[in-house]
């Protein structure tokens, strides 16, 4: 009998580059990519987990109040330069976001937040630990 799982994942593995062209990109090349407000805000983010990780430990669960604590202090510190990338962001923060540019950055940061957070914690092995 043919193992067809594994017969798949064997030609998905052998699959040419013309299918994956992100594949080739050089990683430095991708991140140049990210907006203008990523390079400003993901500092900020990562200075926030750093602080919490050696106070709490990275398993690290904030509670609501406390993630919205975070997320204003990196907003205040960031708010004026993450504004300057978006001067026609106006015109549509009503229709589309309900709270305008604010609301979204406060948003961008609470994603990061919690993204960076959740990947700073050790894997999770259904084995346990060690093997």
């Known amino acids: 009998m043919e193992d067809y799982a594994y017969r798949n994942y064997m030609q998905m593995m052998n699959v040419p580059n013309q ?31 750093d602080r919490m990780c050696a106070q709490y430990g990275p398993m ?7 993630l919205d604590s975070m997320v204003d202090d990196i907003d205040n510190r960031v708010g004026a330069d993450v504004d300057m990338d978006y001067q026609d962001f106006d015109g549509c ?32 092995h259904p084995w346990g630990y060690g093997y």
Do not use: K
């Open 19 to 49: 299918y994956s062209p992100m594949m080739e990109m050089p990683q430095d090349q991708l991140q140049t990519m990210f907006p203008r407000c990523y390079h400003v805000i993901m500092p900020e983010v990562a200075r926030m987990c």
């Open 93 to 124: 923060e009503n229709r589309q976001f309900g709270g305008g540019r604010r609301r979204f950055r406060r948003d961008l940061i609470s994603i990061l937040l919690l993204r960076s957070l959740l990947n700073r914690r050790p894997p999770h």
């Open 60 to 66: 690290f669960n904030p509670s609501r109040q406390m």
